[in-house]
């Protein structure tokens, strides 16, 4: 079996749709799971309808609602008739009506917490994936829609759960029964808690989702459909003269997702390399075209791509009397844990530690028992600028490049990263775009 998962603007009208299906199609007779986004833009209003109802603004909630709604039901009207379209338009009804009544409870109390929030988004992934079942009814397709939220058994942290791979395998296992000539459709992003409640894996989660169904189902491929021909040197919208790279490994993948390259979201490797499911990444505007391929291993060595992650912030605690102490490193990263906070780059001196960390809303806490081991600054605005392909420093020539590259920018920390995998540099939340588009011209002419 195949999954395919189709992103926001893969599916974003009815030619998206029309173009995103025919594809589903060709790969009929490989027994396809198709996972889909919500239609591109309809998550980021669902979010904006959530915070204007915490504002307690029912006028502003109403009118992103019905420009949901006839977003969907204009493609609705365009591409189905007869019981179709009215199998269609009732659901979009229905969920519509699901989704006024939740925001009006939270504009009434001006509140939506975590949960409420990951019941209202979620209907995006619910519409669209509405509007392809019906569209593959009417194109005469033996089509199923599967409730991710019954599939996809997470814990309860909203916003950003974490799957329960027994639970869910369990779900899946029973519900979803691939075939020759049979397409199962299911939304990506969303689940469900122990008690049923709706959860998210996060934005940009439905890649993920796209791994949790090929793991568990054993798919001998996973494609993620996207709008650009794969993963690239780096993000071409930055830089338009990218090019596609295509072979690179899971690690590489991963890492560049984690620095930054929205393109795939990096949790999505994990499930795909542990059973070895290879993973594409393609284009649905240029489905012949070039892509890029995911595996275990590449065939070549060398600088695959440069990502960028911004809003980083840097910890740096200086402590001359105990660095050297036993347990000092221990205790330090204790702290971050204990508040629930990871650090991305880590760089030790005699005297001095520092870190980056992305997620602040504990900075204040961290850096108050920080202090018990030493003195603290904090530097906010930073990012992390990262050089991504196994073996690259191996050619020394490689690491003189990158620093001629980033003359005149003001270096915070370097870290080589110990895999031999990626080189990463702290750089000025402003100097970001500048670094990459220079690295690039360096490595990639
Ligand atoms: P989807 O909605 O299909 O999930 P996303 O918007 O999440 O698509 O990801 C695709 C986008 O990722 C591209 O349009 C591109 O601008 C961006 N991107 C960032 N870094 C890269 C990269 N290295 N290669 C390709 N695309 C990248
Ligand atoms: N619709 C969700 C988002 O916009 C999930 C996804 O597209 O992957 O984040
Ligand atoms: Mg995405």
Redesign the pocket.
């Known amino acids: 079996m195949i999954v395919l998962k189709f ?4 599916v974003q009208d009815s030619a998206a749709m029309d173009r995103a299906l025919d594809i589903t199609f060709e790969r009929l007779e490989r027994s396809p799971v198709l996972i889909s ?1 919500a239609m591109a833009k309809i998550t980021d209003s669902l979010i904006a309808a959530a915070d204007a109802a915490v504002a307690g603004d029912g006028e502003a909630v109403a009118s992103l609602l019905d420009a949901v709604k006839e977003r969907h039901i204009k493609c609705a009207y365009e591409f189905l008739k007869g019981q179709n379209l009215n199998y269609a338009v009732t659901r979009i009804n229905e969920i519509m009506t699901e989704l006024r009544s939740i925001l009006r409870g939270c504009v009434y109390l001006k509140e939506c917490t975590p949960q409420s929030c990951d019941a209202v988004v979620s209907c995006g992934e619910l519409l669209s994936t509405v509007l392809l079942h019906a569209r593959a009814r009417e194109r005469k397709i033996d089509a199923v829609w599967l409730d991710s939220r019954e599939l996809i058994k997470t814990d309860s942290t909203y916003g950003e759960a974490a799957v329960d791979f027994k639970a869910t395998e369990t779900a899946i296992r029973k519900a979803v029964t691939p075939a020759a000539g049979k397409l199962f459709i299911a939304q990506g992003f969303i689940g469900s808690d122990a008690n049923s409640l709706t959860t998210t894996l996060g934005r ?1 989660g ?2 993920y989702t796209a791994a949790v169904f090929g793991s568990i189902l054993n798919a001998e491929e996973i494609q993620i459909w ?3 021909n794969g ?2 040197t ?4 930055l830089v338009p003269e990218a090019k596609t790279v295509n072979e690179i490994s899971y690690e590489e993948a991963a890492e ?1 997702a984690f620095f930054g ?3 795939v979201h990096p949790a999505t490797i994990q499930p795909a390399v542990a059973k070895k499911i290879p993973v594409t990444v393609l284009n649905t505007r240029d489905p012949e075209g070039i892509f890029t391929r995911i595996s275990e291993k590449t065939a070549y060595e060398g600088l695959k ?1 440069i ?1 960028g992650k911004k809003n980083v912030t840097l910890l740096t605690v200086v402590s001359s009397r105990m660095m050297n102490a036993v347990g000092f490193l221990a205790n330090l990263f204790e702290i971050f844990r204990e508040h629930n906070t990871s650090v991305d780059l880590v760089s030790t001196s005699e005297v001095s530690v520092s870190m980056t960390i992305n997620k602040t809303d504990k900075l204040a806490e961290i850096t108050a028992d920080l202090e018990k081991l030493g003195s603290v600054s904090v530097e906010a605005d930073k990012a992390i600028v990262c050089l991504v392909g196994k073996g690259i420093w191996k050619d020394s020539r490689n690491v003189t490049k990158a620093f001629a590259a980033l003359e005149g920018t003001n270096i915070r920390m370097i870290s080589l990263g110990a895999s031999d995998t990626n080189l990463s540099a702290l750089v000025p939340n402003g100097k970001l775009n500048e670094a990459i588009i220079s690295l690039h011209k360096a490595f990639f002419g």
Request: net charge negative; charged share 20%; proline share 4%.
């Open positions: 992103g926001g603007t893969s986004s940009g439905s890649d996207t709008d650009v993963i690239m780096t993000d071409p919208r560049l390259a929205k393109v791509a990502s």
